[in-house]
């Protein structure tokens, strides 16, 4: 091969890679919106930040009918209602639960089917996995979601485009417990939470140990009582996303 054709070559494989990269860089781009405070500040909308006189009261990853139902009862003595970012597989696992949520009054939202981060799936990958976790929502509990929240709250392009495809509006978080950790107690997922809640808070909290430290939702239940005295000390209402007065499609690819 002669030395022209070398050089071409080369370019031409790192061109390439080039392009590759750049492809990579604009799919992963907007995991950025998962740092906290650069999401509240720049993305104020994706962070959920909303009625300045309202809390939303959001949990992800069921419905799971180890944990569910005690958060069911739990919230039902309060008479509040919260969204709930379910998994398609979990859902169809437990079909009869999400239908209780709805019964109760509870706003049913997505959160895939499967708890893995997008930004390790492609665009097939990613639209098939909202598509299928939302058709199950809606066959299963007879409600169409509007909310869309990734796993880990990392985004990417593909997930953008395919919530947006299917009518979608993400939302992350301003607050959360960190519930999910093995060294969480009652006490500190309600310090945690609470730190820095101000009106207009979007708060995180997981209704399931699917993708947490065992038993960890006991310890979320365990904080929901004060927490929801607090919110209710400092004059403030609690509730789903659906009265937090969030702009639909908060954030597009």
């Given at each position: 091969?002669?030395?022209?054709?070398?050089?071409?070559?080369?370019?031409?494989?790192?061109?390439?890679a080039a392009?590759?990269?750049?492809?990579?860089?604009?799919?992963?781009?907007?995991?950025?919106?998962?740092?906290?405070p650069?999401?509240r500040?720049?993305?104020?909308?994706?962070?959920?930040?909303?009625?300045?006189?309202h809390?939303?009261?959001?949990?992800?990853?069921?419905?799971?009918?180890r944990?569910?139902?005690?958060?069911?009862?739990?919230?039902?003595?309060?008479?509040?209602?919260?969204?709930?970012?379910?998994?398609?597989?979990?859902l169809t696992?437990?079909?009869?639960?999400g239908r209780?949520?709805?019964?109760?009054?509870?706003?049913?939202?997505v959160?895939?089917?499967?708890?893995?981060?997008?930004?390790?799936?492609?665009?097939?990958?990613?639209?098939?996995d909202?598509?299928?976790a939302?058709?199950?929502?809606?066959?299963?509990?007879?409600?169409?979601?509007?909310?869309?929240?990734?796993?880990y709250?990392?985004?990417?392009s593909s997930a953008?485009r395919?919530?947006?495809r299917?009518?979608?509006?993400p939302?992350?978080?301003?607050?959360?417990?960190?519930?999910?950790t093995?060294?969480?107690?009652?006490?500190?997922?309600?310090?945690?939470?609470?730190?820095?809640?101000?009106?207009?808070?979007t708060?995180?909290?997981?209704?399931?140990?699917?993708?947490?430290?065992?038993?960890?939702?006991?310890?979320?239940?365990?904080?929901?009582?004060?927490?929801?005295d607090?919110?209710?000390?400092?004059?403030?209402?609690v509730?789903p996303?659906?009265?937090?007065a969030l702009?639909?499609?908060?954030?597009?690819a």
């Amino acid at each position: 091969m002669s030395a022209a054709r070398l050089r071409a070559g080369g370019r031409g494989s790192r061109a390439t890679a080039a392009a590759a990269g750049v492809l990579a860089a604009a799919h992963a781009a907007p995991a950025i919106t998962s740092i906290g405070p650069l999401r509240r500040r720049l993305f104020p909308g994706l962070a959920g930040v909303g009625d300045p006189g309202h809390v939303a009261l959001t949990f992800d990853d069921g419905p799971d009918p180890r944990s569910t139902p005690a958060f069911l009862a739990a919230l039902r003595e309060y008479e509040v209602t919260a969204t709930f970012f379910l998994l398609g597989r979990m859902l169809t696992e437990a079909p009869d639960v999400g239908r209780e949520l709805v019964d109760a009054g509870h706003e049913i939202a997505v959160h895939g089917w499967a708890h893995r981060c997008m930004l390790l799936r492609g665009p097939a990958a990613t639209y098939d996995d909202l598509a299928r976790a939302m058709e199950t929502i809606v066959d299963v509990t007879g409600t169409v979601p509007r909310w869309y929240r990734p796993p880990y709250g990392v985004l990417s392009s593909s997930a953008l485009r395919a919530a947006r495809r299917l009518g979608l509006t993400p939302v992350l978080w301003t607050n959360w417990g960190r519930d999910w950790t093995r060294t969480a107690t009652p006490a500190s997922v309600l310090a945690t939470v609470t730190r820095d809640l101000e009106g207009g808070a979007t708060v995180l909290l997981h209704d399931s140990d699917c993708t947490s430290a065992p038993e960890s939702w006991r310890n979320t239940l365990g904080a929901l009582p004060a927490l929801l005295d607090e919110v209710r000390e400092r004059g403030l209402s609690v509730g789903p996303l659906r009265d937090h007065a969030l702009p639909s499609r908060a954030v597009t690819a």
